[in-house]
């Protein structure tokens, strides 16, 4: 192993500087200068010093095989290759592989964020519920004409605090509310589809939201939905829900 870094080390390092010299010559310089030549082979041995890099980018497995398999001239001399490439034409494969780079870093982030900003949009509706639930009401705020809530019934009221009755969780499933429904003073028993009924009815007045999560269909009260079940379970005066603004 030791062998064959050395081996790829002076690769590039003869490469390098016989492809700076090329490129020296190729550029037909009005005199030869020792400074701009050793600038050339410099830059030389910098492009085939990074052509591993490239080779990664390109999915090549050249330099693996030379460390893996048993020892293939062949993969040697298409190494010295690239090197002897990249180190003639510089300043144009460093700039381009740098660009190239940089742009799929870019575009990675740009991934990542844009794959955030997805998360976050398909969770608003569990976002804003908790943050709805949990903020306090201006129950003196004056409501314009016509923008009181629709009256609920008496079950719709029960739901409401079934909704917001378990200690623990906020986001609940039908089974979850049907349960708690069944162990309210009046012990009320409704089929899934009439609770889900009642449910839609429910977010149409701004009452409920239905969200969509990895776990399935999860229900959870409005603000002004959790003002009704506070007022139904007898914690504020029935009068403070008609002046509830709606959400």
């Known amino acids: 192993m030791e062998i064959r870094l050395l081996t790829v080390s002076l690769i590039i390092l003869g490469t390098g500087v016989l492809g700076g010299t ?9 005199e030869v200068s020792r400074s701009a030549w050793l600038t050339s082979c410099i830059l030389g041995i910098t492009a085939a010093g990074i052509t591993p890099l490239f080779l990664s980018t390109i999915s090549s497995n050249l330099l693996s095989d030379i460390f893996a398999k048993s020892i293939d001239y062949s993969d040697y001399l298409t190494f010295s290759g690239f090197c002897l490439l990249a180190a003639f034409s510089s300043r144009t494969f460093i700039k381009n592989l740098s660009n190239a780079m940089l742009e799929a870093k870019v575009n990675k982030t740009a991934r990542g964020l844009k794959g955030i900003e997805n998360k976050v949009e398909k969770d608003r509706p569990a976002i804003e519920a908790i ?37 623990k969780f906020k986001l609940r499933t039908l089974s979850g509310i049907s349960s708690e429904l069944k162990k309210a003073p009046n012990s009320i028993n409704i089929t899934k589809d009439e609770l889900l009924n009642d449910l839609k009815d429910m977010e149409a007045l701004g009452l409920a939201v239905e969200i969509k999560g990895k ?14 079940a506070s007022s139904n379970s007898g914690n504020l005066d029935p009068r403070d829900f008609d002046r509830d603004p709606a959400p």
Not at 142 to 165: E, F, K, W, Y
């Open 22 to 30: 090329a490129s020296y010559l190729a550029s037909k310089p009005d």
């Open 131 to 167: 943050v709805n639930r949990n903020t306090e009401e201006d129950v003196e705020q004056s409501v314009p004409a016509g923008a009181l809530q629709p009256p609920v019934t008496g079950r719709q009221q029960d739901i409401l605090v079934a909704l917001d009755s378990h200690e």
């Open 215 to 228: 776990k399935g269909l999860r229900w959870s009260s409005t603000a002004s939905g959790s003002t009704i």
